[in-house]
């Protein structure tokens, strides 16, 4: 992974997208293309080409990008997300469609195509899903057939059907994942190739802006140097290889989607009088639908930090970070959206306002690249087998830092996020004594208080970073430390209640008698959960006067 951008490359790129966005994408724009069900592709070819050459960032350096690192990425794809997710896919599309080049690919097919990307901004997509074959792509049908010549192998002929692929009717180039002799491969074929054809575009939910299309295959000829890596059977290790990163930028997207109609909950709140004041006067409007979201996403963004740096110093896969990054960030971001259709009443019900738009937009976070049961499973299975492997001491010592860390930096929850932590272990320990991960359900929902655990712990280390003057100068910046130091606080709260309240809900839910469960309990410890729900309305004031950017007041009217 390369160094990535220079602060201030990272910076005018995100106000050149919001400068594009509000000459090219404004409001009106964007309800037109959602209600005509359009994709807007003299727009994304602008986006991804001349115009504002987003799709350079993408490309390593070698081939004519900018070679963008991981956080620059999430910045630049969270930005774009705000804008449009719809349009947003369209963009994205061709950074996924190229992947598998990229991490597969041999240097003259690297060079090839990614260069075609940079200088031609050409458009891909990514042909993986198919009819029978989504979450479980080893269930994959799509074919490629060896096609010799005097005993020499020169090509592949591939057959098969493809299902909901982005830019699918639009792109210039597809790799598409077929079963070859030696297992699953990855081929590049372009637009015109002859027996490639796709369906008309998909009438969605939302991202309506997006062009999604099956395609078809029929006997599609490809030289042998459009297999990528050269040798057959690395398709699905390839598509693997980069869920740290892909999962990443969708996580990204959830951001960009969630604050998108957070931003407009706040700034109508402000203006809306109801019962003789603003509606960002009343605390059970402003504790309900704005600053419990706001911890949420902000929770996710912190561990998206943390993935894409890890990633931007050289680690390889994460996949599970990248899926717990996605989990929290586009869960919290569909709870977000939802929120903030509440928030505006019968106006957010309605078109105009756009947070009806978002809601649906955002929806598709969940479900595209890995669904959110899928994401569960991911992180609960690895995180089970660190649980097996540390015998019980993975969560413990995660535990022991974060109390180190709060006897240094008392403010941000890391005592709160310890007890969350240690209240995991216990579960875990429990389902493991009575083999409760036998139920799928149990497994799924272990996954979750992994999720919200993790990224409470991660999210105290960024408030005391922030407290310290260490965040990374691209990190966001929105707020200052104490405003931060809440959130995490009130994240960390939400999570050991999880931890410990859903945790023993389902290690009883499970059981058929109270054996052990007593002992559990104990090890559970919720009343010091509940304890440490101390001062959580307090902080909740203190994140809505930052958002509101207004003095600490005199309670409010229950009115
Ligand atoms: C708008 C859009 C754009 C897309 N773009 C692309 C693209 O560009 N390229 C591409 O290749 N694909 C693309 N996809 C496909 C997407 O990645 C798949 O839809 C997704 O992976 C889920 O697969 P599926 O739809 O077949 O659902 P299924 O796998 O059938 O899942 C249905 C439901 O069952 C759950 N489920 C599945 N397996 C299990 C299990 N073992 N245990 C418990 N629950 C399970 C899922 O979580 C989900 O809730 C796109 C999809 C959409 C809708």
Redesign the pocket.
């Known amino acids: 992974m390369a160094a990535g951008l220079d602060q201030a490359t990272l910076s005018e790129t995100i106000h050149a997208l919001r400068e594009f966005a509000a000459r090219r994408l404004p409001d009106q724009k964007l309800i037109e293309l959602d209600t005509q069900d359009e994709f807007p592709e003299a727009i994304v070819r602008e986006m991804c080409g001349a115009g504002l050459g987003i799709q350079l960032f993408f490309i390593p350096e070698a081939y004519g990008g900018m070679g963008a690192g991981a956080f620059d990425l999430y910045r630049i794809c969270e930005q774009m997300a705000r804008i449009d997710i719809g349009i947003a896919?369209g963009v994205l599309?061709t950074f996924?469609?190229s992947d598998p080049i990229r991490v597969g690919g041999t240097e003259a097919q690297k060079r090839r195509w990614m260069t075609k990307i940079a200088e031609e901004g050409a458009l891909m997509?990514?042909?993986?899903?198919e009819p029978a074959?989504?979450?479980?792509l080893g269930a994959l049908r799509s074919v490629a057939v060896p096609v010799s010549q005097d005993g020499q192998l020169v090509g592949y002929k591939l057959s098969g059907a493809?299902?909901?692929?982005?830019?699918?009717g639009v792109a210039d180039v597809y790799t598409i994942?077929a079963q070859a002799p030696g297992g699953p491969s990855w081929f590049v074929v372009e637009r015109d190739a002859p027996g490639l054809g796709h369906g008309k575009p998909?009438d969605?939910h939302g991202?309506r802006a997006?062009n999604?299309a099956a395609l078809s295959l029929d006997e599609v000829y490809v030289d042998a140097d459009r297999l990528i890596g050269g040798s057959e059977g690395k398709g699905l290790l390839q598509a693997q290889a980069v869920f740290g990163y892909t999962r990443l930028m969708v996580a990204a997207f959830g951001l960009g989607g969630g604050w998108a109609a957070l931003d407009r909950a706040i700034a109508y709140s402000t203006t809306r009088i109801q019962a003789g004041g603003p509606l960002s006067e009343k605390q059970g409007y402003t504790h309900k639908l704005i600053v419990p979201h706001v911890a949420r996403l902000e929770a996710s963004r912190a561990f998206m930090e943390y993935v894409a740096e890890r990633l931007d110093a050289g680690e390889e896969g994460l996949t599970t970070e990248g899926a717990i990054a996605k989990y929290l960030a586009t869960e919290s971001a569909n709870r977000a959206a939802d929120a903030s259709i509440q928030a505006l009443g019968g106006y957010g019900y309605t078109k105009e306002y756009m947070v009806e738009k978002v809601k649906r937009d955002v929806r598709?976070t969940t479900?595209?690249?890995?669904?959110?049961?899928?994401m569960e499973?991911t992180i609960s299975r690895d995180r089970w087998q660190l649980h097996l492997k540390t015998r019980g001491r993975h969560y413990q010592d995660e535990a022991q830092k974060l109390l180190a860390l709060h006897a240094t930096h008392p403010q941000v929850g890391a005592d709160i996020a310890a007890l969350g932590l240690r209240a995991l272990a216990a579960v875990l320990e429990h389902a493991r004594v009575c083999r409760l991960t036998r139920h799928?359900h149990i497994l799924?929902r272990l996954g979750e208080l992994c999720v919200h655990a993790e990224c409470a712990a991660v999210f105290c280390q960024r408030a005391a970073r922030a407290a310290d003057g260490t965040l990374a100068e691209k990190a966001d910046h929105r707020f200052a430390p104490p405003a931060l130091a809440a959130l995490a606080r009130i994240f960390a709260r939400e999570a050991a209640e999880l931890a410990g309240g859903a945790g023993l809900r389902w290690m009883w839910a499970a059981s058929s008698s109270s054996a052990d469960l007593l002992t559990l309990e104990a090890g559970v410890a919720l009343p010091a959960i509940h304890r440490a729900q101390l001062g959580l309305l307090a902080d909740m004031d203190l994140v809505a006067n930052t958002l509101y950017d207004r003095a600490p007041a005199a309670p409010a009217s229950p009115l």
């Open positions: 896919t599309a996924l469609g997509a990514y042909g993986a899903t074959a989504g979450s479980d493809k299902q909901w692929i982005s830019n699918g994942l998909e969605k991202i997006s999604t598709i479900i595209y690249e890995g669904t959110s049961e899928i499973m799928q799924l």
